[in-house]
């Protein structure tokens, strides 16, 4: 498969004017997410203002959790019609996950610090959460390990896909083992959802802004690697003068 063949979403006359449009609506559901995480919704009963880490922890976990689904789709085409395009979204969808994992355990350090008093502790979703961020980090650089692009990339893809196990044991590790962090808020099994619903609110909007800041993200970097790869856009034919 040629390697010089651009991908869909970045190509024609309305792909670089639809990233701008997406990325300045990121820009805005970030900046409305920020002010009703920050001043709209309340402080929660118990943890108070440290509770408000919540509409950066769960959007940037949500996130990653994306991006590897994402991963996961891309290496499994790659390894069926070995088509680079597709090797360039698992690359680039690994690497934004790689940094929502890394945002995700920040905030949840310091808000951890904050509720728990201590910056560390053997929780198995931290654990897990560390052994996702290694194996991820693992099929990012694997690609580079190997003389022959094609044959690095099917490593990769391998363990992209494969690596997509690592999720679910993420995020039920709450309930498979003793944790400290507590289980499901929003999707609980009870009539109503135990949350308030302006913070409920709060958390969709700020969901909503991390996953257009992502999807913005995505398209840059590939339009990164396919700069690299030598990719150029089809050329649309020249409009006659007198029809300008």
Request: hydrophobic share 55%; charged share 15%.
């Amino acid at each position: 498969m040629p390697n010089n063949l651009p991908t869909p979403l970045l190509d024609g006359r309305r792909a670089a004017r639809d990233r701008r449009n997406l990325g300045w609506g990121a820009v805005g559901l970030s900046v409305a997410g920020a002010l009703a995480g920050l001043t709209v919704a309340p402080p929660d009963a118990v943890q108070g203002q440290a509770q408000r880490l919540m509409y950066l922890h769960v959007p940037a976990a949500w996130t990653a959790y994306l991006a590897f689904f994402t991963v996961l789709v891309s290496s499994g085409a790659y390894l069926i019609w070995a088509d680079p395009r597709w090797d360039r979204a698992a690359r680039a969808a690994a690497e934004i996950g790689l940094g929502a994992t890394a945002v995700t355990f920040a905030a949840g350090t310091v808000w951890g610090r904050a509720t728990w008093g201590v910056w560390w502790a053997w929780d198995p979703r931290i654990v897990s959460t560390i052994v996702l961020f290694l194996v991820y980090a693992a099929q990012v650089t694997l690609r580079w390990s190997e003389s022959d692009p094609h044959r690095g990339a099917r490593y990769a893809a391998w363990l992209g896909a494969a690596g997509f196990v690592t999720v679910p044991v993420v995020h039920f590790s709450v309930v498979w083992w003793r944790s400290l962090h507590q289980q499901a808020t929003v999707l609980a099994p009870s009539v109503n959802p135990p949350i308030d619903t302006i913070m409920l609110a709060s958390l969709l909007l700020c969901t909503a802004a991390a996953s257009v800041t992502a999807a913005w993200l995505f398209l840059r970097r590939l339009a990164v690697l396919e700069d690299r790869a030598g990719v150029h856009a089809a050329v649309p034919d020249a409009v006659p003068a007198g029809r300008r």
